[in-house]
């Protein structure tokens, strides 16, 4: 165990392996709750890992009950009823950018759209919305992109517009998300407004920053390994396998959030003291030899395949089914649709966006 500087210098302990990155995840003694001075933060404006209103920065019970609408609202059954919505969004989106040539930014022309388009279906607004959701979303995970001042205009207009969806569904019933949200009631409570609103923006958020990073990752790393990807088209039924190696390999949240020690607590790695914040990589994890076999090869067979780019215990991301059915369709029909799809480039020539909190692709050129 090793202490390290957050971005703007605030320090931070660090644990690598898979079990203390598990435990660091799922103890509850670890707190999300980081919010008393001299607290490590990624910057000095708010951001996705600093809001205390988000629910990822939360503890039980506060977190418990408003996790519990959203697990709802999410439901495997939901997810399963949009799948539909989804396929037939991926499949515009791809002809689209067939109708336009032999060639595309695969990042702008279907990774970025398409979770952004699913969203504003759920969420009944109009697809022009998308490119300022997109906007939006990147100001919640900037580190250096925007100025604080940026930052905190944007995503107030961001709740602004939101909260116009969230009046709009009460009166239309428009947006199958937010009238989950809005009309659930669990033992007798129900989400107000203002809960709402902010449960609607951080999935709006996060369907966009993850999830189309991780098709973009998996684009990429099917292209760039040719025996993998020829696998997949043999055998179909590897779709979902593949999407946890792509999110094994390339997760978006690569580095994880700190957390706070709210008694002395022992990890393998050693003792993270009381009132001590800790940081556990998950990439790092993801790539623990104890854990995977030869842990720097991409293996669409790979299983068992625990990895953690999804989180674990009480922050299990509980948008996990969505965007897994959106990572399998958006997948399946890029290497069923586009037999002869490769890279322009070499992957180690790609570039990486800097900046922000998820780790994502600048552009992603393709040929077919």
């Excluded at 001075?37 to 629910?55: H, K, L, M, Q």
């Excluded at 556990?280 to 076999?293: K, L, M, S």
């Amino acid at each position: 165990m090793t202490v390290v500087s957050c971005p703007i210098g605030d320090p931070v302990r660090l644990v690598c392996r898979h079990s203390d990155v598990t435990a660091v995840f799922s103890d509850p003694r670890f707190s999300r709750r980081l919010h008393y001075p001299g607290a490590p933060r990624f910057t000095s404006a708010r951001d996705v890992s600093s809001d205390p209103e988000s629910i990822l920065n939360m503890d039980p019970p506060q977190h418990t009950r408003i996790r519990r609408f959203l697990q709802q609202a999410l439901s495997a059954r939901n997810v399963r009823s949009w799948r539909g919505h989804i396929q037939r969004t991926a499949d515009r989106l791809l002809d689209s950018m067939a109708s336009g040539g032999r060639s595309a930014d695969l990042v702008e022309a279907f990774a970025e759209p398409l979770p952004n388009l699913v969203m504003c279906a759920l969420a009944g607004a109009q697809e022009e919305d998308c490119a300022r959701w997109q906007e939006w979303s990147n100001m919640t995970v900037s580190l250096t992109r925007y100025t604080p001042a940026e930052v905190r205009e944007g995503l107030a207009e961001f709740e602004s517009h939101v909260t116009d969806l969230v009046r709009s569904n009460a009166a239309t019933g428009r947006g199958e998300l937010i009238s989950s949200l809005r009309e659930a009631v669990i033992e007798g409570d129900s989400l107000d407004e203002h809960r709402i609103v902010r449960s609607v923006r951080g999935l709006i958020f996060a369907a966009y920053e993850t999830t189309s990073s991780a098709i973009a990752h998996g684009a990429a790393l099917l292209l760039a390994h040719p025996e993998q990807l020829a696998a997949l088209r043999a055998h179909p039924e590897l779709i979902g396998p593949a999407v946890e190696e792509v999110l094994r390999y390339w997760p978006p949240f690569a580095h994880g959030v700190p957390r706070r020690a709210t008694q002395d607590i022992h990890l393998p790695a050693g003792c993270i003291p009381a009132g001590e914040a800790v940081i556990g990589p998950i990439a790092a994890a993801n790539r623990d030899e104890r854990v995977f076999t030869d842990p720097d090869t991409f293996d669409i067979g790979r299983r068992p395949n625990p990895h953690l780019s999804f989180g674990q215990g009480a922050h299990y991301c509980v948008g996990a089914a969505l965007a897994r059915s959106e990572l399998e369709v958006a997948l399946t029909l890029l290497v069923t649709r586009f037999p002869d799809l490769a890279l322009r480039c070499s992957v180690n020539d790609l570039r990486w966006h800097e900046g922000f909190l998820v780790r994502r692709l600048e552009s992603l050129p393709v040929s077919w």
